[in-house]
């Protein structure tokens, strides 16, 4: 029987020890641990060995980043001659591991050092000031990963770790819980699969009340049937554009993870005028837990995904696509 793969990723020689625990972990539990340093990964010789390490990614069943303080080497597709300068900017082989198992929706468990997220503490009360010295971390870019991942909407649980019997037992329970969500999922789709069958049966029926209720209306009142008929056709097509409104992914998650509701989402992206103002209403209507600052600058990275998505949601709502400020 095939076992789960459970990709672990994070810097090596600060978290070598812990990487070490969390396989003989993993081993105890009969699963399959990916790491680098172990032989784990098919290299290509064709491309470059970080390439290798998001392929991996792509065909692992768990994936567990652990944050230390160190932030790694950077990706292959960097530039050569980046300074070496606690503020500079990139992105790791780390973060791209992580953000290769976020956009595959593969099942994520982040792991950050106590230490290092008391400094993000720091980081978060203090991000435009550049002259403080941090002990635990060798680069403002561990924080920002922190940013994002706590930023996603889903898919990002996080534990804080002392050492390595911190992280067993959270991972066990972590585990256990989605086990027995895979049971309970296997009852549901049968169930779901029984509503499928009772909601094919009710849109047909419901097309034929229409048609009923069209014949009916046009003979008993003749000068107002036109009206009515054509309000009601109006109001289900509302109805539908909602539907439709509510399936996007970025509104989905909006309504789910915040105290928002499909009505303030739906006047939120319909009278936005720009990007910016979109995320500033945003802002506003998830009572501040989504902050505008920490947000843009993704965005504004980006920006062609972001634009992509935020104007497939204005084209549904039947208004002009929306772009970023001129600076």
Request: hydrophobic residues 35%; aromatic residues 10%.
């Amino acid at each position: 029987m095939a076992k789960p793969r459970i990709f672990v990723s994070s810097t090596y020689y600060d978290m070598k020890h812990i990487r070490a625990s969390i396989e003989n972990f993993i081993q105890s539990l009969g699963f399959e641990s990916i790491l680098s340093e172990k032989g784990n990964i098919a290299y290509n010789p064709d491309s470059p060995l970080d390439e290798s390490c998001y392929h991996e990614v792509n065909n692992s069943d768990i994936f567990v980043i652990v944050v230390g303080g160190r932030y790694g080497s950077p990706s292959s597709d960097q530039a050569k001659d980046l300074p070496k300068s606690f503020y500079t900017k990139y992105e790791s082989i780390t973060k791209k591991e992580y953000l290769t198992a976020i956009e595959k929706e593969i099942p994520t468990y982040i792991l950050i050092d106590k230490s290092v997220y008391a400094e993000y503490e720091t980081f978060r009360r203090n991000r435009k000031k550049d002259d403080i010295e941090y002990a635990h971390v060798d680069s403002v870019n561990v924080f920002h990963l922190i940013d994002d991942i706590l930023q996603q909407p889903r898919n990002n649980p996080v534990f804080q770790f002392d050492n390595h019997n911190d992280i067993e037992d959270w991972l066990k329970e972590q585990w256990s819980g989605l086990f027995r969500d895979l049971i309970h999922s296997r009852k549901e789709i049968k169930k779901l699969n029984s509503l499928s069958d009772q909601v094919k049966t009710l849109s047909n029926l419901n097309t034929t009340l229409k048609k009923y209720l069209e014949e009916i209306i046009s003979k008993v009142s003749k000068e107002n049937a036109e009206e009515i008929i054509s309000q009601e056709a109006k109001r289900i097509e509302e109805f539908e554009k909602i539907q439709d409104f509510e399936k996007h992914s970025l509104v989905r998650d909006l309504i789910r993870y915040y105290p928002v509701t499909v009505n303030e989402a739906y006047e939120t992206f319909s009278k936005a005028k720009d990007i910016e103002d979109l995320l500033e209403r945003i802002e506003h209507i998830s009572g501040g837990q989504i902050e505008y600052d920490s947000v843009i600058k993704n965005w504004k990275e980006d920006k062609e995904d972001i634009l992509t998505k935020v104007n497939l949601i204005r084209s549904l709502l039947q208004v002009k696509p929306l772009k970023f400020r001129k600076k």
